[in-house]
């Protein structure tokens, strides 16, 4: 299967959809799922409280990806004009150096044991970590099912947060979890509330919160990419300039939590574009990120970019907790779809997608800030919107996108002016 699809955006959405499900393998009910947008209200109302309806999203594709020697469809969800073509260019550029290569840690999440209270907190940890073989092997008593899939407890440690002050002596007590395809929260929440009373008992205190963290900083993805220049260059830049100005470009990112912030931003875009479309907390992802990036006392950037000779070096490592199975999946059919468009089986290659696209939509947006700007290539993709709310219905909508985007005023006001000018209706 080959993600190269010249020509895609340019098809009326039909021949998109005919080309997708060929590609695929798609079936008609596949279809009604992406029709109706994967689920109705009924099943709404048992996914969360006080339903009145379903919210629906754009559902697309990102092209040109190449990840770990394999094409990959690249599904996403997103409300924000120009990230899929973004990430869809970004993708072609990175194909000419061979696609992107992920390396992904093993599925560990930390759930986190807190302990107020205890007589002596140095005592009490040491008392957890002599304890640990023990409370190890019960608490892979709990999950055999998870320990016979290769995952399971596979660690525990004890930090003294506090020796004194209003809550006594305080030990956070972090129970490590291999959680192979799982995203894990239920699963590790479950485990630290089965495991708490007896470690609180050995460490001599009383047991406080029992909840994963979101900070999964033993369960990331690593993804690299390099980018000849000849794949670089724009019309009025060659390539070797466009490289020195994305370098630059990044060195600002890691010298400033201003730019730094924002260059996570970029990533997220495609990050979280792929999170929706499968299924997955995203907000935990975007949590986990922004402590992740933050974790060195400076907020830094989850990816930087280096020159090589004759073309750019990129690299993102960043936590990625996603899941196949459990969370949402098991109710949304959008979600299944959106994982079986990207042909994934494994949470490891959800995470290497989605990291892939983070690369991926970081490079178009350091790229088009490094050459035109950002606004001429996005303001093009937000003319058609800013064309539509003027009122602009069928091929009105192209037509008014192009000359508001060549006038370089892609205002309301001038749309419905157009518009009137084009229907002969006052505006
Ligand atoms: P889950 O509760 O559905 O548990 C996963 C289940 O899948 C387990 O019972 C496991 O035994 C089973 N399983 C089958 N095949 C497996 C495989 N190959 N690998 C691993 N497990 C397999 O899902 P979860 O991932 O534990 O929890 C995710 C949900 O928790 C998400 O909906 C998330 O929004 C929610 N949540 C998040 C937070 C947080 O992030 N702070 C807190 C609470 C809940």
């Known amino acids: 299967m080959s993600s190269r699809l010249p020509g895609f955006y340019r098809l009326p959405l039909p021949a998109r959809r005919a080309r997708v499900a060929e590609l695929a393998g798609l079936g008609p009910d596949d279809w009604q799922v992406i029709e109706h947008g994967g689920i109705d209200a009924q099943v709404a109302d048992h996914m969360i409280e006080n339903v009145i309806g379903t919210y629906a999203l754009p559902f697309a594709v990102a092209l040109n990806f190449t990840i770990d020697g394999a094409d990959a469809l690249v599904p996403m969800s997103v409300e924000e004009p120009s990230v899929v073509a973004a990430a869809s260019n970004a993708a072609r550029m990175a194909r000419a150096g061979g696609g992107f290569t992920t390396k992904a840690s093993p599925p560990v999440v930390i759930g986190q044991i807190q302990l107020t209270r205890v007589d002596d907190p140095d005592l009490g940890a040491a008392a957890i970590l002599d304890a640990k073989p023990r409370l190890l092997e019960e608490a892979r008593a709990l999950v055999p099912r998870l320990c016979?899939?290769?995952?399971?407890?596979?660690?525990?440690?004890?930090?003294?947060?506090a020796r004194g002050g209003p809550d006594g002596g305080v030990i956070a007590v972090h129970l490590h979890v291999d959680c192979r395809d799982a995203m894990g929260a239920n699963l590790v929440n479950g485990l630290c509330e089965d495991t708490a009373d007896r470690i609180a008992t050995i460490?001599?205190?009383?047991?406080?919160?029992r909840i994963l963290s979101n900070l999964t900083d033993g369960r990331t993805i690593t993804v690299t990419a390099r980018v000849p220049d000849e794949a670089l260059k724009a019309d009025d830049a060659p390539g070797i300039d466009v490289r020195k100005a994305i370098a630059a470009a990044s060195r600002f990112a890691e010298l400033d939590p201003y730019r730094a912030c924002t260059h996570n931003k970029g990533i997220m875009n495609g990050v979280?574009?792929?999170?929706?479309?499968?299924?997955?907390?995203?907000?935990?992802?975007?949590?986990?990120?922004?402590?992740?990036?933050?974790?060195?006392?400076?907020?830094?950037?989850?990816?930087?970019?280096r020159e090589e000779e004759g073309s750019l070096h990129g690299t993102l490592h960043m936590p990625l907790a996603v899941g196949t199975v459990g969370g949402a999946l098991?109710?949304?059919?959008?979600?299944?779809?959106?994982?079986?468009?990207?042909?994934?089986k494994t949470a490891a290659r959800l995470a290497a997608i989605a990291g892939a696209a983070g690369l991926a939509t970081n490079l178009a947006a350091l790229r088009a800030l490094a050459t035109d700007g950002i606004q001429r290539g996005h303001m093009a993709l937000h003319a058609r919107v800013v064309a539509r709310a003027a009122g602009a219905t069928g091929e009105l909508v192209d037509t008014i996108a192009r000359e508001l985007a060549a006038s370089g005023e892609v205002k309301?006001?001038?749309?419905?002016?157009?518009?009137?000018?084009?229907?002969?209706?006052?505006?």
């Open 412 to 427: 309301a006001e001038a749309a419905r002016v157009i518009l009137a000018r084009l229907t002969g209706e006052p505006a």
């Open 203 to 209: 460490a001599k205190g009383t047991v406080g919160l």
């Open 148 to 161: 016979a899939r290769g995952g399971g407890p596979v660690d525990l440690t004890a930090r003294v947060l």
């Open 330 to 344: 098991h109710a949304h059919p959008g979600a299944r779809l959106g994982l079986h468009l990207a042909g994934v």
């Open 272 to 305: 979280d574009a792929v999170l929706v479309a499968t299924g997955q907390d995203w907000r935990a992802v975007e949590a986990g990120a922004h402590a992740f990036a933050a974790h060195t006392g400076t907020y830094k950037p989850l990816a930087t970019w």
